[in-house]
Nanobody
Framework: QVQLVESGGGLVQAGDSLRLSCAASGRTVGTMGWFRQAPEKEREFVAA?????????ADSVKGRFTISRDNAKNTVTVYLQMNSLKPEDTALYYC????????????????????WGQGTQVTVSS
C-alpha cells in the first residue's frame, strides 16, 4: 500500500504560480500522476511522470504545468509546478500512483491509478 500526502495548494490570482507537492511512502511506486476535480465535474487527468522522469500532460495544461519527482530512498516526492494559472484551473488536486495491472503508459484514466491522496485545494481568482 502507498500512502500519499499532498500539500501546497492555496488561493492565488490569475497569472500567478503555485507548486504542489506529494509525498509518497510505503511500497515502491512507479508512475505517479496528478488529477484534479472541480465542483460538480468528474476527476480529470493533469500530468504523469515515470520513475525515469519521462512525462506526459493533458492538453489543457501543456506549456503551463511541469511535473517532476525526487526519488529519495524512503520517500518519493512528486511536484507539480503550475504557472500562468487560470480561473478554470480551480479544483481539488490529487496525486495518485499507478495501479499494477491496470495502468499503461500514456493512460489518462482514473482507473489506471490506485492509491490516492486526500487532495489539496487550488483556487484561482480572476
Amino acid at each position: 500500500q502507498v500512502q500519499l500526502v499532498e500539500s501546497g495548494g492555496g488561493l492565488v490570482q490569475a497569472g500567478d504560480s503555485l507548486r504542489l507537492s506529494c509525498a509518497a511512502s510505503g511500497r515502491t511506486v512507479g508512475t505517479m500522476g496528478w488529477f484534479r476535480q472541480a465542483p460538480e465535474k468528474e476527476r480529470e487527468f493533469v500530468a504523469a511522470i515515470a520513475w525515469s522522469g519521462t512525462t506526459y500532460y493533458a492538453d489543457s495544461v501543456k506549456g503551463r504545468f511541469t511535473i517532476s519527482r525526487d526519488n529519495a530512498k524512503n520517500t518519493v516526492t512528486v511536484y507539480l509546478q503550475m504557472n500562468s494559472l487560470k480561473p478554470e484551473d480551480t479544483a481539488l488536486y490529487y496525486c495518485a500512483s499507478e495501479r499494477p495491472g491496470r495502468y499503461y503508459w500514456g493512460s489518462q484514466s482514473v482507473t489506471g491509478f490506485g492509491s490516492w491522496g486526500q487532495g489539496t485545494q487550488v483556487t484561482v481568482s480572476s
